[in-house]
């Protein structure tokens, strides 16, 4: 059964920081890796999607790594800014099913 | 393209009455629905997956009684509370997937669900 653990749980850095969030499975045969952001009482917003051919995908300030051999992915957001205080999740397909982690609640602190 | 909406985006209803909660694909075919629930603090959990014209089908734990689904056309899903109560207060999420990359999934925005 697939399991996904996210750390940290929460994360609260000043603006302008790089970060990592960091993103752990246990079955490296997934179809592909996402991430979403979740604002408060709102709905998910995708920011990157890795194939499972993929090592990393790149949009703006965010980039995202995929290693299936060791089970992790990591989102990495440059240059931090308050308007990325939200919480990250970290999504895995198989087989048409999602996994979703718990997620990293971040603030960013103008 | 591979817009999915939702309405209603909140709903207030009262202990033992039934809501309805519909999910759009704008502009493509879903030909598969999921719907998602999310308690505070929590993570999505899949309730079911819906194929269009055929009955869904439930995750352990979810009561396939309460919780309805009806996938009646390749646009349209919807997901009924029957006589809901104060812990069917929620956030349900739906996705739907069938557009042109037909294993991603395409999120709702979401229905706020609060049964007083």
């Known amino acids: 059964k697939q399991e996904v653990t996210q750390i940290p749980a929460a994360l609260s850095v000043p603006e302008g920081e790089n970060l990592v969030l960091n993103c752990s499975f246990t079955?490296?045969?997934?179809?592909?890796l996402q991430w979403f952001r979740q604002d408060p009482g709102k709905g998910l917003t995708s920011l990157l999607l890795?194939?499972?051919?993929?090592r990393e995908q790149t949009s703006g300030r965010l980039n995202a790594s995929l290693d299936k051999s060791s089970g992790r992915s990591t989102l990495y957001i440059a240059a931090s800014q308050p308007g990325d205080s939200a919480t990250y999740l970290c999504?895995?397909?198989?087989?048409?099913?999602?996994?979703f982690g718990q997620g990293t609640r971040l603030t960013i602190n103008p | 393209g591979a817009v999915v909406s939702q309405h209603p985006s909140w709903v207030i209803c009262k202990s033992g009455t039934s809501v309805k909660i519909e999910c759009r694909s704008l502009?493509?075919?879903?030909?598969?629905m999921f719907w998602y629930r999310q308690f505070p603090k929590q993570s999505l959990m899949l309730m079911a997956t819906?194929?269009?014209?055929?009955?869904?089908?439930?995750e352990q734990g979810v009561e396939k009684d309460k919780f309805l689904i009806n996938h009646a056309s390749l646009t349209l899903s919807t997901l009924t509370v029957t006589s809901a109560h104060p812990e069917d207060s929620s956030f349900y999420i739906c996705?739907?997937?069938?557009?042109?990359?037909?294993?991603?999934?395409?999120f709702g925005p979401g229905t706020r669900l609060t049964v007083t």
């Open positions: 996705s739907a997937s069938g557009g042109r990359a037909s294993n991603e999934q395409y």
């Open positions: 079955d490296s045969a997934i179809y592909n």
């Open positions: 502009d493509f075919q879903a030909t598969t």
């Open positions: 819906s194929n269009e014209g055929s009955k869904a089908t439930y």
């Open positions: 890795i194939q499972s051919s993929q």
């Open positions: 999504v895995l397909q198989g087989a048409q099913k999602l996994v």
